[in-house]
């Protein structure tokens, strides 16, 4: 049972990830109550109408939705996707214009009809939107947050697990920084099961090299680049890593994931935000402080820092 009774969550946007989203979250059951809300009011109902009618096989969850504002009000948990996609070969950065605007005048709007909403950005470039959003909104940090690299991070483990020969549940090991072209791995605590990663082996599993490790890494941090070019977006596996951010939200669970928050004073970080590992619960996102760090991973998160830092004040 959720610890928010007759839970509601609502996701703001009705183009492939926010329609992914909603469908991740109906079959999942990850709340009570799902809304779709989106400006352009023949595609809101028009997705809504088709989730709805295979609510038959979803369990609990049922699904309203439109361009009326009304339908975000009484929500417990925003999931925000709405804004420019990214076209194959642009960076994340590169859209920061576009959507900085749409989220600044959309977040004064949906705190109205939900004030007390632990609110998650998707829209990218996520880090860059939630600073924005934070100070367009003043809401505390905890209560807004990107997804971050949940997804880079679920990236990195299935190709871990792949080589390894384990199932992706067995692969600790995390994606941190800018959810984008800085953001790196924190190897020196990784592990499978309870094997530092550079020490597993099994009898049909030679060790990994370092060589090898950054490969993957690299191959991790393009991975979206790649999906967009064969197919024009990345919808459903941010589908289900934000659905699965609502449960831990909805369910109280105090999940440790790799969400963005707003740091201050993380390691001599502040006013950026980035994804490092956080509790996740009702009350919403909170970094970790005792996360360890090599000097070379805390360099690598203070370049992400700067390059992040350097596009939301070009934004303000």
Not at 64 to 84: N, W
Not at 129 to 152: C, H, K, M, N, Y
Not at 189 to 217: F, K, Y
Not at 299 to 304: A, E, M
């Amino acid at each position: 049972m959720s610890a928010i009774e007759n839970s509601k969550l609502t996701v703001v946007g009705a183009g492939s990830v926010g329609s992914s989203v909603a469908y991740a979250a109906l079959i999942r059951g990850s709340a009570r109550h799902v809304a779709l809300y989106d400006i352009a009011t023949e595609k809101a109902e028009a997705e809504v109408l088709d989730l709805a009618h295979g609510t038959q096989f979803t369990g609990t969850s049922d699904i309203i939705g439109g361009s009326d504002l009304s339908v975000v009000e009484g929500s417990h948990v925003v999931v925000i996707t709405a804004g420019a996609k990214q076209r194959p070969g642009q960076t994340r950065i590169e859209l920061a214009g576009t959507n900085a605007n749409i989220i600044k005048s959309m977040m004064p709007q949906l705190l109205e009809v939900a004030p007390n909403a632990i609110y998650v950005i998707v829209t990218n470039p996520c880090d860059v939107l939630t600073v924005l959003a934070q100070e367009a909104t003043g809401l505390p940090v905890e209560r807004i947050f990107a997804s971050g690299t949940v997804l880079d991070t679920s990236r990195l483990r299935w190709k871990l697990a792949q080589r390894a020969g384990v199932s992706p549940s067995s692969v600790h090991a995390y994606i941190i920084g800018e959810h984008g072209d800085t953001e790196f791995p924190l190897w020196s605590t990784a592990s499978i099961g309870t094997v530092p990663i550079l020490d597993w082996q099994t009898p049909t599993h030679e060790r990994m090299t370092v060589d090898e490790l950054d490969e993957i890494a690299v191959d991790v941090r393009d991975a979206a680049y790649k999906v967009i070019q064969g197919k024009g977006a990345t919808n459903y596996a941010i589908g289900l890593s934000s659905a699965r951010i609502v449960e831990a939200i909805l369910q109280d669970e105090h999940a440790v994931m790799p969400v963005s928050t707003v740091l201050h004073g993380y390691h001599g970080i502040d006013g950026v935000a980035l994804s490092v590992p956080s509790i996740v619960s009702a009350s919403g996102a909170v970094p970790i402080p005792e996360t360890a760090f090599s000097p070379n991973e805390l360099g690598l998160l203070r370049r992400s820092a700067d390059a992040l830092r350097d596009v939301a004040a070009s934004l303000r």
